[in-house]
């Protein structure tokens, strides 16, 4: 009956527009429900009337060391950047980050009261600042590519004053599925592959490059490159691939 019901209102909001902001980890949006002209109201939350605002997660917090400040200022400056001919905004975006998968997209409060019950995103659980996974996604839709600026806290310890590769898995997917949702809608991981090659120091601020490789059909592929802040050494390298997926999918359909 439940499930039943679930399915019933995942069609109905994708029928009225339902805009994901969370799916798979991710806090980007499918290109389909990108309306082109006007990007940044795909990116807003819907206006409940009776919700209080969510808490963006990828702004600035009393954690951020000055190097995340620095690197956080430096993108956002290319977020405002205009084009020189028409005086459009340029092609980089800061996307905002929920702690709910469902219940802060458009529509989702309903969704997320039948489906998701208390269920939080991962990289988003802990309210502590600076604890775990302090991280903010510029995306680049000329590219077809983004940045992650990403602090890593005191709890995601591996080796003895490093990030744990399970932590650096998990920001990997997180990143590139972001990117991966925006270029080819609703996708989940289905292979990441990764190479650890230099230890990240705990609390230190990397970047994660992403980029499209290619799309074939269902499936995009997309390539990954964590370095320090500097860009002069890599840490780790990955390929995602992610398989388009009806979201019924998520409900057993
Ligand atoms: C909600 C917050 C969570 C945060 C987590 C961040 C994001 C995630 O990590 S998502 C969670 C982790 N991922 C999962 O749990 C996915 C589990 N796997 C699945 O559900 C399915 O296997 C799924 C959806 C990936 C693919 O299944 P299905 O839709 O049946 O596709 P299927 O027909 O098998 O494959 C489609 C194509 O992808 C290819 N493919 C599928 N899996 C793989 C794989 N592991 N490696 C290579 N190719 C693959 C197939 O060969 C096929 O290719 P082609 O079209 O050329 O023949």
């Not at 798979?24 to 109201?41: M, Y």
């Not at 809608?185 to 990240?200: D, E, F, K, Q, W």
């Amino acid at each position: 009956m439940m499930l039943r019901q679930g399915l019933h209102l995942v069609r109905k909001l994708y029928r009225d527009g339902f805009k994901l902001t969370g799916l798979a980890g991710r806090q980007s949006l499918g290109q389909a429900q990108l309306p082109a002209p006007q990007p940044d109201r795909a990116l807003t939350v819907s206006s409940w009337p009776f919700s209080s605002p969510p808490r963006d997660y990828s702004l600035p917090n009393e954690s951020w060391t000055p190097e995340m400040q620095r690197l956080y200022d430096h993108y956002s400056a290319l977020c405002e950047a205009e084009t020189e001919e028409e005086k459009k905004r340029g092609p980089w975006r800061r996307l905002p980050s929920y702690n709910r998968t469902l219940k802060y997209a458009t529509g989702g409060r309903c969704l997320s009261k039948v489906l998701q019950a208390k269920a939080r995103l991962f990289t988003r659980n802990i309210e502590e600042p600076g604890a775990s996974f302090e991280y903010v996604v510029f995306l680049n839709k000329q590219e077809k590519s983004c940045v992650c600026v990403f602090q890593a806290g005191h709890l995601l310890e591996g080796p003895p004053g490093h990030v744990h590769g399970g932590a650096i898995a998990t920001i990997i997917d997180s990143v590139t599925g972001t990117l991966a949702t925006y270029l080819s809608g609703p996708v989940m991981t289905a292979n990441l592959n990764i190479n650890y090659r230099s230890p990240i120091p705990l609390g230190s601020v990397v970047l994660v490059h992403s980029a499209l490789e290619k799309v074939e059909g269902r499936k995009t592929s997309i390539s990954c490159r964590v370095t320090s802040s500097d860009g002069g050494k890599l840490h780790t390298d990955a390929t995602g691939l992610f398989v388009s997926i009806n979201v019924g999918h998520l409900f057993g359909a």
